[in-house]
């Protein structure tokens, strides 16, 4: 992915993406993370400012990159 950073800021206008249970949630214990709605596959976005087209494109670049 090219237009998403890896931060866990919040309130940016740029387009971010995080790992919460490996990041904002690590202290918790699987059951609490699951507690919490919070998978080992859970990803968060934060979208921000960027064109919707390019964010779109990047999303569908990141996922491709999976298969």
Request: aromatic share 2%.
């Amino acid at each position: 992915m090219k237009i998403f950073s890896l931060l866990a800021n919040v309130a940016d206008v740029k387009s971010l993406v995080i790992h919460p249970a490996s990041t904002t949630h690590s202290q918790l214990s699987d059951e609490e993370l699951e507690a919490n709605g919070i998978r080992q596959s859970t990803i968060r976005l934060s979208i921000g400012t960027e064109h919707i087209d390019d964010i779109i494109a990047d999303l569908d670049a990141g996922f491709a990159a999976l298969k």
